[in-house]
């Protein structure tokens, strides 16, 4: 049984939202369920929540708007999106947003509830590891604090959206590593699959932007042509 993990389900169709609420409980989560897109974005600011099962086609404010939202807030909530919408685009779009998982209706609930706890067996498996690694890691012009999330460049705070810092914190783990597109789909999203390879390119466009002298010349997250990424050791220690 899970150790009462709230569950905020925003999906505006009663008898889905019914039969959700009904067999995560039995799993053991706390679930609360909102019908409406601005009340369920206000109630996710105003508790706690392990985690967000989304509809992308509700009334009021959409489940798109909401995942951005999301990923603007400091806490990290993971997202899994429930939606009609099938094609390749929505799941990328979806995904590039900061979902973590998107389900297409309709869909079996052992699947929805398979899934559930994946996501949070990751997210569990990522505290864990930055409670134990929580010395701050130095790699030429970085520095990154795991426990506080932050990154210093040249000793200036960057912003980073939660899923950038766990991109760059997992090559500064692994430096003069080269990770394919696809290995880091699996090792920081969760999944592994050839059309969100995209969504790999997104994020390390938007880090070399925040963290390089010059991102079009990239000398700390370079590319290996043919292979994938790496974060290159200018001195990498914690």
Same mark, same amino acid.
């Given at each position: 049984m899970a150790d009462m993990r709230r569950i905020l389900v925003i999906e505006d169709d009663p008898d889905i939202a019914r039969m959700l609420a009904l067999n995560l409980r039995v799993e053991g989560y706390a679930v609360v369920v909102e019908e409406d897109g601005e009340a369920g974005l206000a109630r996710l600011c105003a508790e706690? @929540? *392990? #985690? %967000?099962?989304?509809?992308?086609?509700? $009334?009021?404010?959409?489940?798109?708007?909401?995942?951005?939202?999301? =990923?603007?807030?400091?806490?990290?909530?993971?997202?899994?999106?429930?939606?009609?919408k099938a094609t390749e685009t929505h799941r990328v779009l979806g995904l590039e947003l900061g979902a973590d998982d998107y389900l297409v209706k309709p869909f079996s609930l052992p699947e929805l509830v398979a899934r559930v706890r994946a996501v949070l067996r990751r997210m569990e498996a990522a505290e864990s590891l930055a409670a134990t690694r929580s010395g701050v890691v130095r790699c030429g012009r970085l520095s990154?604090?795991?426990?506080a999330r932050e990154l210093l460049v040249d000793g200036?705070?960057?912003?980073?959206?939660?899923?950038? @810092? *766990? #991109? %760059?914190?997992?090559?500064?783990?692994? $430096?003069?590593?080269?990770?394919?597109?696809?290995?880091?789909?699996? =090792?920081?999203?969760?999944?592994?699959?050839?059309?969100?390879?995209?969504?790999?390119?997104?994020?390390?466009?938007?880090?070399?932007?925040?963290i390089e002298v010059d991102p079009a010349r990239p000398v700390t997250l370079v590319t290996v042509w043919g292979r994938g990424y790496k974060l290159c050791d200018h001195g990498a220690r914690a």
């Amino acid at each position: 049984m899970a150790d009462m993990r709230r569950i905020l389900v925003i999906e505006d169709d009663p008898d889905i939202a019914r039969m959700l609420a009904l067999n995560l409980r039995v799993e053991g989560y706390a679930v609360v369920v909102e019908e409406d897109g601005e009340a369920g974005l206000a109630r996710l600011c105003a508790e706690t @929540f *392990d #985690l %967000l099962v989304l509809d992308l086609m509700l $009334p009021g404010i959409d489940g798109l708007a909401i995942c951005r939202e999301v =990923r603007r807030m400091a806490r990290y909530v993971p997202i899994i999106i429930i939606s009609a919408k099938a094609t390749e685009t929505h799941r990328v779009l979806g995904l590039e947003l900061g979902a973590d998982d998107y389900l297409v209706k309709p869909f079996s609930l052992p699947e929805l509830v398979a899934r559930v706890r994946a996501v949070l067996r990751r997210m569990e498996a990522a505290e864990s590891l930055a409670a134990t690694r929580s010395g701050v890691v130095r790699c030429g012009r970085l520095s990154i604090d795991p426990v506080a999330r932050e990154l210093l460049v040249d000793g200036v705070l960057v912003a980073l959206t939660a899923r950038e @810092f *766990d #991109l %760059l914190f997992f090559f500064a783990r692994h $430096p003069d590593r080269v990770f394919t597109r696809m290995e880091l789909l699996d =090792r920081i999203w969760g999944y592994t699959h050839d059309g969100y390879e995209h969504t790999v390119n997104s994020h390390m466009n938007r880090l070399r932007a925040k963290i390089e002298v010059d991102p079009a010349r990239p000398v700390t997250l370079v590319t290996v042509w043919g292979r994938g990424y790496k974060l290159c050791d200018h001195g990498a220690r914690a």
